[in-house]
């Protein structure tokens, strides 16, 4: 019995950890597809990536505020970094990614993370919006 537990829980740890590396991996990506442009060489004072002093205070933002403003645009940032059709899935992957080569270290988010992303989008959104 204990072998055919172990042969039904094996492919569950194999599954998570292809998603994280497949997370992580999209996440690189985009940064190079879309990102990098800008935070490869600090295009419009553009934060560089693995520039920890200049990200520093981003990351302190939090996870949810820095990736909501950003996918919203931000100073010289355009909207979703310019590419129209990035998901804020691919968008939060790419921010991950960034922070984690740039001094901080958070995760992938969740489904409570990308609640909170959105919800924060949405007050970004709302006050922009002229009476």
């Not at 042969?7 to 740890?13: E, Q, R």
Request: aromatic letters at 8%.
């Amino acid at each position: 019995m204990r072998l055919k537990s172990f042969s039904l829980i094996l492919p569950c740890l194999f599954g998570v950890m292809f998603s994280q590396i497949a997370n992580a991996q999209s996440g690189e990506n985009t940064y190079k597809q879309v990102c990098a442009a800008c935070h490869g060489t600090g295009v419009l004072n553009a934060p560089k990536f693995g520039d920890k002093a200049k990200w520093a205070p981003l990351i302190a933002e939090g996870q949810a505020t820095l990736t909501a403003h950003a996918y919203f645009g931000v100073r010289g940032m355009p909207p979703k970094g310019g590419n129209p059709n990035l998901s804020i899935e691919g968008f939060s992957d790419a921010v991950v990614y960034i922070v984690n080569n740039s001094g901080g270290n958070w995760k992938t988010p969740d489904a409570k993370m990308t609640a909170a992303i959105n919800k924060e989008l949405e007050v970004r959104k709302a006050g922009t919006k002229k009476p």
